[in-house]
């Protein structure tokens, strides 16, 4: 039997280039506080810990969940530490809510974290195993093809990027925690922007962070009325290289969204859901990833008629996103925990109007993983 | 209440001092899931959900398990998870899974290659950054602190560690130290290896095999990872998943226990006074990291399988000087 899970509370924190005001401890605890506080739980009503994070040597520490262990709480407690590349925040919040639709914990500490200017990432991406192809090309390099095979197949007008540029950050300029707050942006500034991996511009790519993200999640007796409750969850892998893989509309993501919305109960996604939080490190992949979930046959049009935008259809990423803040192992968390603060009604200065069913999604790797859930304010 | 979950096969590669292959584990893992298969009748599209443990560091790149995922053939994609931990919390996450009713079976799997780099100084990388892994003390040189704590407190002896190696004692007590008072035959070898676990429901489990080991108790629980903030010569978080999971009556224990002294101190932690213990070996024997912990599970459960024992259990650990524990129950029906 399925126990019925809620989000009780979030936090995060202020995620910025470089956090050198705290230690890795210290990062994650600004975000936890804040989720308990969020959450109205203490410590004592914690029972277990679940910890994400992107490549350990994006740190350069070897499973710093141990040496967190009394800065997570988790001393005494059960502790999990989840790795799932660039989706690991979706996967941990996925985690930690088996913990309680299994029954086996009343309430779960989810935590994830990246401090990217304790190392360097591009250095961690760069290293050359034996027996692998190099890429060599950093996350925009290895992506800008399939953006380009996108619009060739889609037909999209070339514009679609810069727009979703434009929204995403004029919507971080009203979310208090994001790293890239720029609410002049505008559609000429972005197209003039230096073009890193064509077609991709620097204004259409994301930051690199440090931050975190936390959430409490309970169980029926644990959540009050305003929580958002876990209606689906789904995770899906494949593999990096096969013949006939689609890496522009790849078979994990269909697979993963049709099995979302199955068991959400979810017909119509569009009408349906009432605000999206979608992986979108650069700004092509709002398109690419509305048509992948199964929002419109065609993307790039929702995204040029504005229906994207806050008062549109299906508002994405009012919070501003990927584009607005980075922290790559929070970065999927911070979608979940985002369409959770929707639900909630809690998401202040970028609130989207009488959300009750909300997407978070988050993908990985070239694109093999990917975690999504949906949270709604009825109790499933 | 949740279905009852049982182990229902087990495989591992062989447990050597160095493999030739990739540090994704593909080349060991592909032969364990071929045994597994033809062990239980399985085939990869009878699996609902997967899960793996195993560490980027120890294969020098990041998203290790990603091409470990190649051994897999997961075409169609699959519903698949990963814990940077051993495959032993890995199994933990699929037995959540499995209760939760979204997956009926799980394939769960670990996977290290030890040669691929320095073990000892890849380890100090789980000390704190800031203070104490700039000091470089590798993994040997933690246990030895914890080994001569436990000496000096009369926990145990340099005699009573060597008799849980067996043999002549006398003969071992001859030899000299590696790091004081640890000896040669008191630590584990450095491993390569994998091994994986095929976990089941109710009446799916007693299709697969004719004497699952249900688990009856799952456990784990961690300490501080300040090394001079916890008592060494103790390990609360196994009292505390032992007594959570329910530990009585077991005949027989797989401890992970990568230095003598360490089995001492867990089998004191976890009250074993009659039980058989690490008739495989244990880690002793053979500790590729990332599936050591998740064969000490398997090899218990294989006890169980056969009919040889009723109620066995198994640990796993993680971290500097036991850090991290996890005991898991089982029994026959």
């Not at chain 1, 950050?169 to 890239?180: F, I, K, M, S, V």
């Not at chain 2, 560091?57 to 169609?76: E, H, T």
């Not at chain 2, 249900?214 to 629980?221: K, S």
Request: hydrophobic content about 45%; charged content about 20%.
């Amino acid at each position: 039997m399925k126990h019925p899970a809620a989000v009780l509370g979030v936090g995060q924190t202020h995620h910025r280039a470089k956090r050198l005001d705290v230690s890795m401890a210290g990062l994650c605890r600004e975000a936890i506080d804040r989720a308990l506080a969020d959450a109205a739980v203490d410590w004592d009503g914690i029972d277990a810990v679940v910890v994400g994070k992107a490549p350990d040597l994006f740190e350069g520490v070897m499973m710093p969940e141990l040496f967190l262990a009394d800065a997570l709480g988790a001393v005494g407690k059960p502790l999990l530490r989840v790795h799932t590349a660039g989706s690991v925040g979706g996967s941990t919040a996925n985690v930690a809510a088996s913990l309680i639709h299994a029954g086996v914990h009343r309430r779960v500490l989810a935590v994830a974290w990246e401090k990217q200017s304790e190392s360097n990432a591009m250095w961690a991406l760069s290293i050359a195993p034996p027996f692998s192809m190099p890429v060599g090309a950093g996350a925009g390099g290895y992506f800008a093809p399939h953006v380009r095979s996108y619009i060739r197949r889609s037909g999209a007008p070339a514009h679609i990027g810069a727009m979703v540029a434009v929204k995403d950050r004029r919507n971080g300029a009203r979310n208090q925690y994001a790293h890239l707050r720029q609410p002049d942006i505008t559609m000429d500034s972005v197209q003039a922007s230096t073009m890193l991996w064509d077609p991709i511009r620097y204004d259409e790519t994301c930051p690199s962070s440090d931050g975190a993200c936390a959430m409490v999640l309970g169980d029926a007796d644990s959540a009050r009325s305003d929580s958002a409750w876990i209606h689906a969850t789904a995770m899906r892998t494949e593999p990096t290289t096969y013949a006939g893989r689609d890496q522009v509309d790849p078979r994990a993501g269909r697979d993963a969204a049709a099995a979302l919305w199955r068991d959400a109960g979810i017909g119509d996604p569009l009408s349906e859901i009432d605000a999206a939080e979608i992986y979108v490190p650069f700004s092509w992949f709002e398109p690419m990833w509305l048509e992948n979930l199964g929002f419109a046959d065609v993307g790039w049009k929702l995204t040029e008629a504005g229906e994207t935008g806050p008062g549109g259809r299906l508002p994405v990423n009012p919070s501003g996103g990927v584009l607005s803040s980075n922290p790559i192992g929070a970065s999927g968390m911070l979608r979940f925990a985002e369409a959770a603060r929707q639900v909630m009604g809690r998401a202040e200065d970028h609130q989207v109007d009488g959300v009750r069913k909300a997407l978070g999604h988050a993908y990985g790797g070239g694109s093999q993983y990917f975690a999504m859930w949906v949270v709604g304010r009825d109790k499933p | 209440m949740t279905a009852d979950i049982a182990v229902v096969g087990f495989a591992q590669a062989p447990n050597v001092r160095r493999t030739a292959g990739t540090t994704n584990g593909v080349e060991m893992l592909v032969p364990v899931f071929a045994e597994l298969f033809a062990a239980t009748g399985l085939s990869k599209s009878d699996v609902d959900f997967w899960c793996s443990g195993s560490s980027d560091y120890l294969a020098a790149r990041a998203f290790s398990f990603i091409a470990a995922v190649d051994a897999i053939g997961a075409v169609p994609p699959i519903m698949e998870s990963h814990v940077e931990m051993d495959g032993a919390w890995a199994l933990y996450e699929a037995w959540v899974k499995l209760r939760t009713g979204e997956a009926d079976t799980a394939l769960v799997y670990g996977f290290g290659k030890s040669s691929a780099g320095n073990l000892r100084r890849t380890l100090a990388l789980q000390l704190d950054p800031y203070t104490v892994a700039p000091l470089w003390p590798d993994s040997v040189t933690v246990a030895a602190l914890q080994a001569r704590l436990g000496i000096d407190a009369g926990r145990w002896s340099e005699r009573a560690m060597a008799e849980v190696v067996g043999g002549d004692v006398d003969t071992l007590l001859t030899h000299p130290y590696i790091a004081d008072p640890l000896r040669r035959h008191d630590c584990a070898p450095i491993t390569d290896g994998a091994s994986a676990i095929i976990l089941a429901t109710g009446d799916r489990a007693r299709e697969i095999n004719d004497r699952p080991a249900w688990i009856t108790g799952f456990e784990h629980r961690i300490d501080s990872g300040s090394l001079g903030a916890r008592d060494l010569t103790g390990s609360p978080s196994t009292v505390a998943a032992a007594r959570a999971a329910g530990v009585d009556g077991v005949e027989l224990a797989e401890l992970h226990a990568p230095f003598t002294h360490q089995a001492i101190l867990l089998r004191d932690a976890l009250g074993l006074t009659k039980a058989v213990v690490n008739p495989s070996g244990g880690a002793l024997a053979g500790n590729p990291m990332f599936a050591a912990g998740l064969s000490r599970i398997g090899e218990a459960a294989r006890r169980v399988f056969d009919g040889s024992h009723g109620r066995v259990l198994a640990h796993a650990t993680s971290g500097p000087a036991l850090q991290q524990n996890l005991v898991c129950v089982m029994e026959g029906r």
